[in-house]
């Protein structure tokens, strides 16, 4: 408990011209984790409190005093032979590999987060769309397993071998012409895939392991699509918020989109 008289308060002077007051009290010991501080003068109005650690997380053998070294890489920077004209998981999986075989502890990467597809000139990593799914775009559609098994997909990726060369050959990664370029190969992966295909029960648990979030993104990304920009707050009534009366019916009719 707090009485209302502790701490020193300090008058401020708030950029709008207004004026307020903070006031700095010692706390007890508490323990490192996530809190809620409530004022008994404004029941149901709770403060978050986080109390950090001194310091972050060693494994035993770093806090003992042991040196261990690690690489730093962008995703799309990590460009291999077969890329489609941006770094991909398959770069990062062969980079960690070889990271690992030279005595590596760590590959650290910039954040794989789902941007906005129907925004690809949005393209940091540091403004994501969802950080809860991983950006597509990092695909190597040359390497999915539906490759092997549907002919469609094959005769895609080989209309699409000039165009995938020419993004591989230019000095920046064009994220729009490449995740255009992707995605045809991806919509005809979708489209091939037949009705008793196992990959159907894989986007099944896909789709329950995402739940709810999975479901308001996805129906996100397809609305976008369709109205040609992300600003929900321009979409028609009945479909600028997840729980609007007409996403659901929206869902309903675009679902091969979804």
């Known amino acids: 408990r707090i009485l209302p008289e502790e701490g020193e308060t300090e008058r401020l002077a708030l950029p709008d011209g207004s004026a307020g007051a903070r006031r700095r009290v010692a706390l007890c010991d508490v323990p490192v984790g996530r809190h809620l501080v409530f004022d008994e003068t404004a029941p149901g109005q709770p403060c978050h409190l986080i109390v950090a650690p001194p310091h972050c997380f060693l494994p035993d053998d770093l806090a003992a005093g042991a040196r261990r070294f690690g690489l730093a890489a962008q995703i799309y920077g990590l460009r291999h032979a077969a890329d489609q004209g941006i ?3 398959t770069a990062v999986a062969d980079a960690a590999r070889t990271a690992r075989a030279q ?15 129907t925004a690809r000139d949005r393209a940091s990593p540091y403004q994501p769309s969802d950080r809860r799914f991983l950006d597509p775009i990092f695909l190597d559609v040359t390497a999915l397993p539906l490759v092997g098994d549907l002919p469609a997909v094959r005769g895609t990726l080989a209309r699409h071998d000039a165009i995938f060369a020419a993004l591989r050959a230019r000095e920046a990664v064009d994220h729009a012409a490449v995740w255009a370029a992707k995605l045809a190969v991806l919509d005809a992966a979708w489209r091939a895939l037949p009705a008793a295909h196992p990959a159907h029960d894989a986007l099944r648990a896909f789709r329950q392991e995402g739940g709810p979030a999975l479901d308001h993104f996805c129906a996100f990304i397809a609305l976008a699509d369709a109205y040609g920009h992300t600003d929900a707050r321009r979409w028609p009534e009945g479909l600028r918020h997840g729980d609007d009366s007409g996403v659901h019916a929206f869902t309903e009719r675009h679902a091969d989109a979804v």
């Open 87 to 89: 770094g991909d998981f």
């Open 103 to 117: 005595g590596a502890a760590l590959l650290g990467l910039s954040p794989p987060h789902a941007l906005f597809p």
